[in-house]
């Protein structure tokens, strides 16, 4: 069964720092590999879809990369601010026919202090 | 860009009563999905569905049943609301899976 782990739990940096978040998964079959965000009591805003062809997506200040066959994605956020506090949660696709159920990581919780 | 509506940011239901929890997409998906989500354990699927009328179980639907009469709309159902069914409840919708899923803003759902 397919396992998603997101190390650190919470992180805390400075204004203006580069940071990059973490997100492993135990089996490479994978169909693709979503990042999100999550507010305070709200839904999942998806940020970026990467394909298990690609090796990476860019979305103005966020790069997410992804190695299959190490099981690893990271997202790069740069130039943090105040505004990037949230908690980011990673979710893959498995790649067997038929099945759309996503697997999520527990998230990793980000404040950016001004 | 798609949309999902989740009907209630907030709901307050007491123990027993039967409670409904709706869901309407507006870009013609397929694939609809009910999760909840609870401090620690993260997002954990309950139901969903792959067409109309079409249901199938996830990881944890005893107490659940689900209901899709129409594409566009999947209501999560709570026969008997209990305390320990108070949670974040979300849903999702996704048109194939190479697309991405797409989320509601979430239900805040109590039960005292």
């Known amino acids: 069964k397919q396992e998603v782990t997101q190390i650190p739990a919470a992180l805390s940096v400075p204004e203006g720092e580069n940071l990059v978040l973490n997100c492993s998964f135990t089996?490479?079959?994978?169909?693709?590999l979503q990042w999100f965000r999550q507010d305070p009591g709200k839904g999942l805003t998806s940020l970026l879809l990467i394909q298990s062809s690609q090796r990476e997506q860019t979305s103005g200040r966020l790069n997410a990369s992804l190695d299959k066959s190490s099981g690893r994605s990271t997202l790069y956020i740069a130039a943090s601010q105040p505004g990037d506090s949230a908690t980011y949660l990673c979710a893959v696709a498995p790649a067997g026919a038929g099945s759309y159920q996503l697997t999520f990581g527990k998230g990793t919780k980000l404040s950016v202090i001004p | 860009d798609v949309k999902v509506t989740q009907s209630s940011r907030y709901l307050v239901k007491r123990t027993g009563e039967k409670v409904f929890l709706e869901c309407v997409q507006d870009?013609?998906?397929?694939?609809m999905f009910w999760y909840r989500q609870d401090p620690g354990l993260g997002l954990r699927l309950i139901y969903f569905s792959y067409d109309v009328k079409m249901k199938e179980k996830g990881d944890i639907p005893e107490g659940y049943s689900v209901s899709r009469e129409k594409k566009e709309r999947f209501s999560l159902i709570l026969e008997s609301a209990s305390t320990n069914q108070t949670s974040m409840y979300l849903c999702?919708?996704?048109?194939?899976?190479?697309?991405?899923?797409?989320f509601g803003s979430g239900t805040r759902l109590t039960v005292v």
């Open positions: 999702a919708s996704s048109i194939n899976r190479g697309r991405g899923y797409t």
């Open positions: 089996d490479s079959a994978i169909y693709n």
């Open positions: 870009m013609d998906h397929e694939n």
